[in-house]
């Protein structure tokens, strides 16, 4: 809403198009859409970012429409993406947000405000002088009920680069007339969970890559979407991952079926096992655990039926017995 508010000073009469991954985290999804109901001239326009589409090529044919008709760029994305994990290539995204492209009349385009959930990586700094996105107008955004606080309260935080910090004032009148800022239980919470929120998320890292290095293992026909070795050399070590599970069946709909029973198949089983442990449960960077869903039943909720992804996504903790899941996912697998 302080975006808008922004543009309908800054930019009147131009159309205002919000940006969006149409299987992006639900709440953002559909709160974008609602922004968008209420005025004429907005309009969301989906970005194709994941499973096997280019976040770079998609953001450069978008924005070009978008410059084309002179209207005001909003673009939201996830990095690394919920829920298939996947990161861009960093420098040539910001070298596509930060060119300079022109309208149909042939005049200089409106330059987009890049918005970034980085919920999966909050350690990772993108903003800073010298930073990638430093020279884009950026605005990030972490949900605080993830690894900033543990999953003990429910705030979030956003922050922009100095390209973008005029863009703050709108943002945060906003939250006030929503009443929607943080309370102070809220701020002494994050106060105390923040300083050990990087080696948390290190630990947990470390708790992941040994389990997915064990699916591997035990059912290499399964594909999992994580981050690479190399990716997670650069900073980027999130602790959830996706599974899709091997199938089987005489059609496409048989095959989609049978994954479908597999998925909760797999859930139940880790959780009638482990309900010390495991949990069902949508959540992120919890400070003990490992949680279990299917995001297009739980965070994709409001997304259109054909972007949803029917498979398993898993976050693990810092504090889990990673050796008991290895064994209860061998049963799994021993059982199909």
């Not at 709160?31 to 004429?40: T, Y």
């Not at 309208?103 to 987009?112: E, H, K, W």
């Not at 035990?218 to 997670?232: D, H, Q």
Request: hydrophobic share 35%.
């Amino acid at each position: 809403m302080g975006l808008v508010h922004h543009a309908l000073e800054a930019h009147k009469g131009k159309e205002i198009q919000i940006i969006v991954p149409p299987n992006c985290y639900g709440g953002t999804n559909d709160q974008a859409r609602r922004v968008a109901a209420c005025f004429d001239n907005v309009e969301v326009v989906d970005l194709a970012v994941d499973s096997g589409k280019n976040m770079v090529e998609s953001t450069e044919l978008v924005l070009t429409e978008v410059a084309s008709q002179d209207a005001v760029p909003y673009i939201i994305a996830e990095i690394p993406t919920n829920p298939r994990v996947e990161v861009p290539e960093l420098l040539q995204l910001s070298e596509v947000l930060g060119k300079e492209r022109k309208t149909n009349s042939g005049a200089i385009a409106i330059d987009p405000v890049f918005i970034l959930d980085q919920t999966f990586c909050p350690n990772v700094h993108f903003l800073g002088e010298g930073d990638v996105l430093s020279s884009v107008r950026t605005i990030s955004y972490v949900s605080g009920s993830k690894f900033p606080s543990g999953g003990l309260c429910t705030s979030g935080y956003c922050v922009a680069n100095k390209k973008a910090e005029g863009l703050i004032n709108k943002i945060e009148s906003h939250l006030k007339v929503c009443d929607n800022e943080a309370t102070n239980y809220q701020i002494d919470i994050l106060a105390k969970q923040l300083p050990s929120m990087n080696q948390r998320i290190n630990d947990a890292y470390k708790n992941t890559r040994e389990f997915v290095n064990y699916i591997n293992e035990t059912l290499p026909e399964a594909k999992i979407n994580f981050v690479s070795k190399e990716l997670a050399s650069e900073g980027f070590t999130p602790s959830v991952f996706s599974l899709d599970l091997p199938t089987k069946g005489n059609s496409a709909s048989d095959k989609e079926a049978y994954k479908r029973k597999l998925n909760h198949k797999l859930i139940k089983l880790m959780i009638d096992e482990i309900p010390h442990e495991s949990k069902h449960c949508v959540s992120y960077g919890q400070l003990k655990g490992c949680y279990w869903t299917i995001p297009a039943t739980s965070t994709q909720g409001t997304t259109k039926e054909g972007d949803k992804d029917y498979i398993v996504r898993v976050s693990m903790s810092p504090d889990v017995d990673v050796e008991l899941h290895k064994k209860v996912f061998l049963e799994f697998v021993n059982s199909i």
